[in-house]
């Protein structure tokens, strides 16, 4: 065992340019974080990211802002995907050994009247809206309806989501819960086959002041074989979850877990994963760069929430021992600056970086996201699907 503890964390949808196959998702020219650094006009100030090497990861297109180190005190380098989606379990999954390569079920014209049938049935209330929709948009719109009515809204995106979104006034949380479980129960098969249903609850008395909660879950599909988490667990290490990382996973392969209320909470939690003694993993999500910025297409918050982030991975780093790995990377883009409010397909960044190598280099276009799995199985000894190609040799200064 190189490293007694790896730390990684999801920074949820900050992509770092079009992949090879952007045309396939019509994503051609999405560019994530390079489209923030031009809406912040160089003054996206990322110290920490900057000094691990987010500057050194392309050269051709600098993130304006964002300056390529000499001497970077990480290992940098990118992750193209191979799933066939671009959604977060896409993404997830994958850089735990298993690519997604069936397609997930679709809804772009709704779900089905059969299923929506069997919704109301067992709810007692009515389904409305049923297409796709911006979550914030579909409560303000039909918002003050639900209150009246009790109806459900069920939308879904250009992912495979259905979603239910729910005034917690009239519809209470638990109940809420309770339908989207049923719903998933429903949808792990075909036809429908979907990702996640995704529970929205959100608080307010009129169109004007609907705020979402952070109460929301996603009940995503069990993962369709054993994940680099479920080999680690039963190899006898720790996998602590930070955020939703236990819902994408359905739980499986995770020790502990705990939701958070958002990144600032999502780093609170990390940081306090350095102070425990555990062996093996911390894996963090967080998903407030692509709820609350990405898909509202607000590249001044994500711009800011990065600067956040920033600050709080100042005070992570500090935190960590000489046999502490810390790996930061994200499951996909999603462009503020692009077309639409979907995700984007993306290569997204890679940065690795332990006290006890400060000699940072290049690990260059990895050609799946598998690879941080593969890595992290190599550390401990555990052995994986083959899915990935372990890049812990460059990580470990030779003595
Ligand atoms: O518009 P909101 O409700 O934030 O939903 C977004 O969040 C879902 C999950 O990331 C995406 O598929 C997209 O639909
Ligand atoms: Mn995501
Ligand atoms: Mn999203």
Known sequence: MQFKRVFTIVIDSVGIGAAQDAATFDDEGADTLGHIGQAWQGKLHLPNLQRLGLGNIRSMQPIPGVVAQAEPSGFYGKMQEQSVGKDSMDGHWEMMGVPVKEPLGFFPNGFPQALIDQIEDFSGRSVIVNKPY???????????????????????????????????????????????EYVRSLTIDQPYRIGRIIARPYEGKQATDFKRTSDRRDYALPPTSATDLDRLKQAGYDVLAVGKINDIFSGQGITSGVHTTSNTNGMEETI??????FTGLSFTNLVDFDAMYGHRRDPKGYGEALMAFDRDLGNLLGQLKGDDLLMITADHGNDPGFKGTDHTREYVPLLAYTPSNEEGQSLGTRSTYADLGATIL????????????????TLVKEK
């Open 134 to 180: 911006s979550g914030t948009e579909v409560i303000r719109d039909y918002g003050e309806e639900q209150l009246k009515t009790g109806a459900l809204i069920v939308y879904t995106s250009g992912d495979s989501v259905l979603q239910i979104a729910a005034n917690t006034a009239v519809i209470p949380l638990a109940e809420l819960y309770r339908i989207c």
């Open 272 to 277: 306090a994963n350095t102070e425990r003694d």
């Open 378 to 393: 190599d550390n401990f000894g555990v052995t994986g699907n083959g899915a990935g190609q372990s890049f812990l040799a």
